[in-house]
């Protein structure tokens, strides 16, 4: 079992929806969650980062952690084409700073 | 404000070759992390240091690569000798707390 799991997709949604990405982790231990944006060819750009369980919300983009479940979602409000790009969950495992990356969720926005 | 600085961008060399990228974190933060991101393997964790102290390396695939922080605006990860599957896109990021920036990345290919 992979320590951070994605759906790799493509999750294709249209203009305007809500795009929802899921990550799932198996270290019960961790303590923060962090999603970032990497366009082709760029680096991963963090977007948001999450450290209690429940919602946090950032303009178009909420983060939901249930610790209980080992489940931390990205959801993204009115979706642009502009955010087409592979989605990345990392974790901060046990006592440990470097960040478990899972294999990234390829978002395609459709105008 | 500058962010992570990492040079060359672009690295070709052939096997046996040896091989340095560097790296500038942001000033103030004082924790370095060296990635690697490949195709199969995906984001991952070579080395990180905190304070310019070496804290985890458990991710160096080999005595091959060795990496140092000689003071706290630089570091620098070098591959000696080189070979082909050390071809990848190596990333330098630098975190003040949790959170963590990444560089432009320096993209290796060895033939």
């Known amino acids: 079992q992979k320590e951070v799991e994605q759906n790799s997709g493509p999750l294709s949604v249209p203009e305007g929806a809500i795009a929802s990405l899921n990550c799932t982790y198996s270290?019960?231990?961790?303590?923060?969650f962090f999603w970032y944006r990497q366009y082709s060819g760029k680096s991963p750009e963090l977007i948001m980062f999450i450290y209690s369980n429940g919602d946090k919300e950032d303009g178009r983009f909420t983060a939901q952690l249930n610790k209980a479940s080992q489940y931390v979602s990205l959801l993204i409000r009115d979706s642009q084409p502009s955010d087409s790009a592979t989605y990345l969950c990392?974790?901060?495992?046990?006592?440990?700073?470097?960040?478990?990356f899972g294999s990234g969720t390829r978002l395609q926005v459709q105008p | 404000d500058a962010g992570v600085i990492q040079s060359p961008r672009h690295e070709v060399t052939e096997m046996g070759q040896e091989v340095t990228l560097r790296c500038k974190p942001i000033?103030?933060?004082?924790?370095l992390f060296w990635y690697r991101q490949t195709m199969m393997r995906g984001l991952e964790l070579l080395i990180y240091f905190n304070n310019n102290v070496p804290i985890d390396d458990s991710g160096m695939p080999e005595d091959r690569f060795s990496a140092k922080m000689p003071n706290a605006s630089f570091s620098t990860l070098k591959i000696q000798p080189s070979e082909p599957r050390d071809s990848a896109v190596y990333f330098c990021?630098?975190?003040?707390?949790?959170?963590?920036?990444f560089g432009p990345g320096t993209r290796l290919t060895v033939t």
């Open positions: 270290d019960r231990g961790s303590q923060s």
């Open positions: 990021a630098s975190s003040p707390a949790s959170e963590q920036y």
């Open positions: 990392a974790v901060t495992g046990t006592g440990r700073r470097a960040l478990t």
């Open positions: 000033s103030g933060h004082d924790y």
